[in-house]
């Protein structure tokens, strides 16, 4: 079902576009390119005492690496293929590959853009827009987002970042009262987590669906350029194998941009149905239940550009302070599949200094701290506190 | 189901608007419109990034992916496209076109040309993703805005700027005419 959708897709937008692309190739007298590549990288230091990856191993490396090309195909004036990889050394030392994105834009009309294949799903603001490391102006992710290689003690809300189906977005233009933008997608959706942990939502398009569901979702944003920008983002999706357990999210983000200082912010909160049953009474099964587990984030941050005071020497130096801060319903008074999320909760703060080599290279220095809010739920409690510094570049 | 359905009718809603009008990139209404589309929407999510970090063919690449991105519409991304252009020459080092001024241009013909108006304020009118040029000579003087029309970079490797291939006359025109 998933594929035959795509495949009438792609075959409607190329047959569009054959009928389209004689008048629109007199169009322009630019120099057209074909091919371009380009991408970003970064080297991260992280000082912090006792540091503990995911499973509770001590941490054997401190410094941790990334490389991501980005490629970038013109098929012709409608036609845009993308793909981005990553490669990334871990902290264990480990060499991971991942395809971030791999997908096709047609360039429908003026106004509207059809993208099918892997792309990184538009919700929210940073998954999709700001969490390449030159365009992140902090070293690490918001606290609500788990980052690459593990958050520390602080459990992120499931991320929702790339998937597989099909997208459509839409330029609204109001004139003098703003514009508004629009996303509606169609992805393979949630799957349930296996292994030991087992049975939480993961968002992991690579091992492909688990039930014949898709999930769906979009993001509606009224834009007032160049300083604002409100988003309202939402996704569902059927994430257990038997297709009966949902996980739905919603996320609110908001953007101002000056000239030399920006706030932004993120509220995101989702629900995953959890079913269990109650203790049985002797040899019986007792009662079967579905509850929601809710689980809530959100962060805001702020940077200025000392440049505003006009002395040449700070023309390079910026200012960071983020708060990021997650609760949940987690109690520790059921038994279920999120038992994971105990003593996850809490708050982190971030304060950075940023030094630009360049449009889109930087120096960043960062220290983050982090207080749990339920440490008595926690299996691992490591002080949750570390020192960044990062090299970032954009190419 | 419900959502290819929805799908469908915004295709439908947006199908007949479509026309690309065949107008000259060097055309400065569109390298005006381009640098005000370049200064609303290229500093939204990152540093904006500027025209000589890519070759013209490269920019025809790039654009697509950020038309998408910003949820531009053709028509600002082919504008944006053309404000990159006209401050490229095919020089890879962009170097000034002197053999190609056969007349000299006046300030204000620079100054519309180049689209400064597209990211600075004059006299109230303009974009702001630079400051406002109003008294920049005398707050500034002379030298500082001969320096930075030469090389944006020297004394912000950040800035967004981009570096035009005029030549000192080109300048100095600017510098007479933003005395004003």
Redo the contacts between chains.
Sequence with gaps: MKKVILQSAVATAISISMLTSATAQESSALDIGRLAIAGYGDVTYIEQSNMKDEEGNDVQNNVVARFVPIFLFQMSEKIHIEAELEFSTNAEGETETELEYANMHYFYNDNTIITAGKFLLPFGQFGANLHPSWINKAASNPGIYGGHGGNGALGGVTGIWNDTGINIANTWNLGDAGRVFTDFYTVSGPRQEEGDHGGGVEIESKKGDNNDSMAFGGRIAYAFLPEWEIGMSYYSGAYSDDGDLDYNAYNIDFNWVGSYASVRGEIFGSTAETEGEEEGEEEGHGEEWVKDFDKRGWYIQGTWQARQLGKAWLNPVEFVVRYSDIESDFDGSVDHDFEEDGGKTGSRVYYGVNYWLEPSAVLKLGAESTSIDNEAASHTTVPDDRIFLQLAFGF | MK??K??FT??AL??N??????????DPELVAEGAKAY???C????????AE??????????I??M???A?????EA?AV??FL?STLTADVRNARDYENRTTTRSGAELVTQFGCQGCHQLKGEG?????SLDNVVINRGETFILNKLMDPKF??????MPKYPMSEEDIKAIIDFLRN
């Design positions: 959502l290819i929805i799908m915004f295709l947006t199908l608007t479509f026309s690309i009008q065949a107008q000259h990139v060097s200064s609303e929407n500093a939204r999510c990152h540093n904006a990034r500027p970090e890519y070759s013209k063919k490269e920019w025809s690449v790039v697509p992916h038309r998408a991105k949820h531009m519409t053709g028509k082919l496209e053309a252009a974009g702001k993703l630079g400051p004394n912000n490797a950040a800035s967004a």
